[in-house]
């Protein structure tokens, strides 16, 4: 899958938010294919890992209803880009 078609995270100040396809936001990514079951992957330990540097890692833990929030975030995210597209 193209990298254009896939969700960009970005670890910002200590917290996970969605990038929008062309913002520029500084802070370190990963990406998520767009249907459910991968964020239901990526989530199954309710924290994300994202690459600091060649050696280091840094994992965010999701707590409370973090997650929760995360996945409605997403879905409402894919909904936007395909009414756009």
Same mark, same amino acid.
Do not use: F
């Given at each position: 899958?193209?990298q ?5 995270? *970005?670890?910002?100040? &200590?917290k !996970? !938010?969605?990038? =929008? +396809?062309?913002?520029?936001v +500084?802070?370190? @990514?990963?990406? /998520?294919? +767009? ?7 990526? /989530? *199954? =330990?309710?924290s994300? #890992?994202f690459?600091? @540097? *060649?050696h280091?890692r !840094? #994992? !965010?833990r /999701? %707590? &409370?209803? %973090?997650?929760?929030?995360l996945?409605?975030? /997403?879905?409402r ?7 756009r597209?």
């Open positions: 899958m193209p254009s078609e896939l969700i960009r995270l *970005k670890l910002l100040g &200590g !996970v !938010v969605i990038s =929008r +396809p062309g913002q520029d +500084p802070g370190r @990514s990963i990406y /998520l294919c +767009p249907q459910q079951a991968c964020w239901h992957a990526a /989530l *199954k =330990r309710s994300l #890992t690459k600091a @540097s *060649k280091d !840094v #994992t !965010v /999701l %707590e &409370g209803n %973090e997650q929760d929030q996945i409605l975030k /997403l879905r995210h894919v909904r936007e880009e395909r009414q597209n």
